[in-house]
């Protein structure tokens, strides 16, 4: 599938590359919660982390250097959570969308 072009309000003019050790970071300290969209649990990926982080770090390289980002790191699943539990639920405007990328 061809990749859409999108008018982008901002512009990334500089990159500068993460080493594996910045990125190796980022796993470790998120929490194991996953969602629907996640290709993989979070805690297979920090057991796992050693052997992925080179592909890790290739895919998070190519996708800020080229501006290209695949649609499935576009997806999301939103969940819309009420903001008080003695709130009315028939109210759309008591909910809060909590997204999990």
């Known amino acids: 599938m061809p990749l859409e072009k999108e008018s982008c309000m901002s512009m990334m003019d500089t990159f500068e590359p993460f ?4 990125i190796n970071k980022l796993p470790k300290g998120s929490s194991n919660v996953f969602c629907a ?3 993989l649990p979070t805690l297979l990926v920090k057991d796992c982390l050693d052997v992925l982080i ?4 290739n895919i998070v390289h190519k996708a800020l250097s080229l501006g290209v980002f695949s649609r499935s790191m576009k997806a999301a699943f939103v969940n819309p959570l ?5 709130m009315d639920c028939n109210i ?10």
């Open 92 to 101: 759309h405007t008591y909910f809060k969308c909590y997204t999990f990328i």
């Open 37 to 39: 969209v996640d290709i």
């Open 19 to 22: 080493i594996e050790t910045d």
């Open 54 to 57: 080179s592909l890790i770090s």
């Open 82 to 86: 009420i903001k008080k539990h003695r």
